[in-house]
């Protein structure tokens, strides 16, 4: 008896597919995440204008999560290309 086979993922451009969408998602997310947060800080402070620099400055947790979060896939996703 043959086990049940996911047939969505049987082929690899699938696989590129759904893993692109995930990226895309959270990368969305993220950047509606930093925007958020430095809106808010804007708004608490009175004299406060926006600056690219100082949005950088601020946002730089959200940054690090977003190129670590890409890094690792495709890290993983060139390792798994070469085998």
Do not use: C
């Amino acid at each position: 008896m043959i086990p049940y086979q996911l047939t969505i993922l049987s082929s690899g451009r699938n696989v590129l597919l759904i893993i692109g969408i995930i990226v895309v998602l959270f990368s969305a997310s993220i950047i509606f995440m930093m925007i958020y947060d430095y809106r808010l800080y804007l708004a608490n402070k009175w004299g406060k204008k926006y600056s690219f620099a100082d949005f950088l400055k601020r946002e730089q947790f959200y940054i690090y999560i977003l190129l670590f979060f890409l890094l690792t896939i495709v890290g993983e996703v060139w390792m798994h290309s070469l085998n």
